[in-house]
């Protein structure tokens, strides 16, 4: 297979979805940050009187999925038609997993704004905890499904 | 210990760091690709031809650095004052590892900028490639070490 | 009623457009800001020497518009297909009103960008002002109209 | 008094303040968003279920203390220390009342950055509860104080 | 022939084009840079060596190309399709060509995100390449051709 | 001499300005646009009724300049000072000269600032002024002197 982002000449391209035809789209991405015991217990406490950093994280991932483009060098722009995101408590990791979800009506699909969504999501978390933990990791930031375009359904096993 | 980032009416603040010295701070930060052996060898060999997917995620990373504090809602903003990106080829996995390093002479520290930039090129690296494989894992995204400013020197064990 | 931007979760969520039709939409935003007679004399003399004081804030203005999805955090990506903005002197108060319309063939309405636009207008106005007077006010940002969409006209009283 | 961001060929200019000290300084302002009682009571009554609706607004005027420069057109960059916002609830009008305060160790005043955050906070809050109540006003955008540099201390009567 | 983007009170708008029908539209726009025999060496050896200054360019133009709204007032946002750079070697000169081209399907031209895609292209060589020579100069930033849309094909001579 | 953007990887890199001393520093850059003798009386006409084309040229000059470090990957942020922005009409050409100066107290110079406002200056004429002349060229942009940091001070013949 080929890689479709690489023109004649070896150089970097916008891949042209011109042609497409509108779809309705969804992708939905994962990722999880894993911390000591003691950032986690701060976070979840902070959770419970109402504080701000889930509710931070969210906000992010929203504001970086309408970025996507900006970042992400060969992404198209498109007019997202929704997001949510979502924040599960993983007690025995200890930590936290980020469930981002993004529909769009369009001519190319929304796995890079999932993608780049839950991984904003996962470095806000990050750093607002890092006074406490520094040595916090994220990983399996993936795409759990996407269905609609072209190239069909796509489910994680 | 306190979260740092939420302010006595449980809102969130961004920190006041006006009142510290400027010191010279650097920050490492990794993180690794997981794919195929078809897609990681679709990689290595356009870049065996100059071929610009490796090429391209170092110049996306350069400049996420530089917009980490757009991203991050709690991110200070930082005259960055220098930025290296390596991508290391890991035969085993297969898959990509990349290292961020980034410099500053300032108030606070470039944590967040080093592992910012990391996570856009690996999603680089992943665009360009999920025409051929959408179940690429990003893991491992963490701070090696960092140096300078108030507290003092980290290195991940 | 509910707020629509609050999902079962209770976290913020970007309202999912992608069923609705395309519509031509317009929405009237309008905003006053009020000043001591010397910095009013100030603009106004300004104006007629054909100054850059309301050239630039009408500048802004469109600009503003055209950026509103990227600050306020709920807000739809739009392709909007046109911006005017006027500016009133208001000899009594004294001070300016900012006017601006905006128009899309859209998914969803463009009273948030009217409003950004015009906040944006006026806090233009009182930066290229303030050397003069730093108690200048900003008031009576609101909606004028909207037309088009699902929930159809909304005319101000 | 003269414009000082008017040049002798009566275009705009940036003010150049290379050659002004870095001091510390201080800016805070406060904005009004008046609603029906219908809305008020939704926004208070999510704020109450720890919903995120003042959370939110509160993070886009952090966000948009650092997006001053791209808004305003004669604005300065500035690397802003901190940022805090608070939000207080306004049984009577009814409605909120948003002030911010920025602080910057720099060579130019932080006025448009708390007057352009209060202005974001005040328009995110009008966004999410637009479904209920679209004749929202918002009004008094204001400086409250400022200190630092050479203009010295202002503080509003 | 009368200004379009000047409205009735004599200030700037951004023309409605909210009734024009969706049109496939490719825009092709050229520039060049002239440099010393030292600067051009540096450049072609570097990519003959798979160095990075002629793909770090490309990179630049495309993601400059998704800016051209945020960078020109009145230019229309746009979902642009597909982008294309070239890059092309001037032994005479000595330096180098940009060639890019812009898709889109849409209700508006790219004619303004091909040159502007086009000029950040070579001001990314010329910073890249400034430590050896600081005279080059950038020239013959134009138009090659566009097709769609009402006004129809234009095709330079 | 070595292309000081190349790490030794042969990968793209933000050169290290950490250590270098904050130095008082200005770059002036100047570029022309020629147009049809029918465009550039529409321009002029503009111009003497108060019109806001160059004007708005001027405003897009001073935030690209501000810009720059987004836009041209391997550019350092930087605290800009001071922007200005002349427009001078060239009868004989015909069309227009733009000259930037920026000025900045910092670890690095604004030659990138001052090209990339000029270029985007230009671009912003050709853009409110493409309906009457779709064949109009910019050229010439260079630096014609910067003062200030290691390399001293250059001024173009």
Redesign the interface.
């Known amino acids: ?7 004649d ?11 497409k035809d509108d779809s ?1 789209r969804v992708a939905v991405a994962s ?1 999880k940050i894993e911390m000591s015991q ?1 950032a986690f217990e ?2 979840v406490k ?1 959770n419970i ?8 994280a ?3 991932a ?6 996507s ?19 599960e408590q993983l007690d025995d990791l200890p930590g936290f997993k980020v469930v981002v979800s993004v ?5 190319t699909g929304v ?2 704004e999932a ?2 969504a839950t ?2 999501a ?3 978390i ?7 933990d ?10 759990e499904s ?1 269905t609609g375009g072209k190239s069909g359904q ?1 489910r ?1 096993n």
Do not use: W
Request: net charge positive; with cysteine; proline share 3%.
């Open positions: 297979m080929n890689l479709t982002h690489v023109d000449n070896n150089r970097a391209k916008m891949v042209d979805v011109c042609c309705f990722g003691e701060a976070v902070n009187k109402k504080g701000p950093v889930l509710q931070c969210v906000v992010a929203i504001m970086a999925a309408k970025k483009s900006e970042l992400i060098p060969m992404c198209h722009p498109l007019m997202i038609g929704g997001v949510d995101c979502d924040i529909k769009v009506d369009g001519k796995e890079m993608l780049t991984s904003i996962l470095l806000t990050y750093d607002m905890t890092k006074a406490i520094k040595s916090m990791r994220i990983s399996d930031i993936q795409l996407k796509y994680r």
